[in-house]
């Protein structure tokens, strides 16, 4: 069983910069892709980005258009997300999941990470 805890959110004017974290405990955190989610009151859960459990990261969506990034530090058991040039757009809760990478699935697809946090709100201000 992988817990994940997220932290960094917070708010912050458009324009700006944030970046938040995910840390992972209780399992084998280099064994697994991770990704970043996040909902917006009253939408459907959105894929942000995703790392493969080696570093690669997956191709951006066009909602996210090159403005953030995604490392991970698997030493500290940690997936980051650096979120520039924020806009009101962005507000939402951001999650963080792990894809088990030895079964099949989509990064892109909620429904087959395995586990999730608990989210950490990002609030843009205009």
């Known amino acids: 069983q992988v817990q994940l805890v997220e932290s960094g959110g917070g708010l912050v004017q458009v324009g700006g910069s944030l970046r938040l974290s995910c840390t992972a405990s209780?399992?084998?955190?280099?064994?697994?892709?991770m990704g970043w989610f996040r909902q917006a009151p009253g939408k459907e859960r959105e894929f942000v980005v995703a790392?493969?459990?080696?570093?690669?990261?997956?191709p951006d969506v066009d909602s996210v258009n090159g403005r953030f990034t995604i490392s991970r530090d698997n030493a500290k058991n940690t997936v980051y997300l650096q979120m520039n040039s924020l806009n009101p757009e962005d507000t939402a809760v951001y999650s963080c999941?792990?894809?088990?990478?030895?079964?099949?699935?989509?990064?892109?697809?909620?429904?087959?990470?395995?586990?999730w946090g608990q989210g950490t709100q990002v609030t843009v201000s205009s």
């Open positions: 999941a792990a894809f088990k990478t030895d079964k099949s699935g989509s990064y892109y697809v909620a429904e087959d990470y395995e586990y």
């Open positions: 209780g399992g084998a955190f280099s064994t697994y892709a």
């Open positions: 790392i493969s459990k080696s570093g690669v990261r997956v």
